[in-house]
């Protein structure tokens, strides 16, 4: 049964910072690229960071610089350091395989805001 849990969202103030987490199943975790992904309400998924098995990580350029993303293949667990949050920023946070597309987890909240 392959699942995405996704954890550590929070409120946070903007400026501050938040570590999210995904730890996955089902799936030969070291194989794929894994990406993190976010919906804001009333708008679209997007992709806002990636990173490949031999970890080569690549940003969407509205979070380019503040966000890093990592991955432990022995935990099957892939994170998103997100650092100088902005109120844009508040959205349902997502792991998932950009090849997979299916099997999305519940997501974390996050909210910035004063």
């Known amino acids: 049964q392959v699942q995405f849990v996704e954890s550590g969202g929070g409120l946070v103030q903007p400026g501050g910072s938040l570590r999210l987490s995904c730890v996955a199943s089902?799936?030969?975790?070291?194989?794929?690229?894994m990406g993190w992904y976010r919906q804001a309400p009333g708008k679209q998924r997007e992709l806002v960071a990636t990173?490949?098995?031999?970890?080569?990580?690549n940003y969407a350029e509205s979070v380019k610089g503040r966000f890093t993303i990592s991955r432990d293949n022995a935990k099957n667990m892939v994170y998103l350091q997100m650092n100088s949050l902005k109120p844009e920023g508040t959205a349902v946070y997502y792991c998932?395989?950009?090849?997979?597309?299916?099997?999305w987890g519940q997501g974390a909240q996050v909210t910035v805001s004063s």
């Open positions: 998932n395989p950009p090849d997979l597309g299916r099997y």
């Open positions: 089902g799936i030969i975790f070291r194989r794929y690229v």
């Open positions: 990173i490949a098995p031999g970890d080569s990580p």
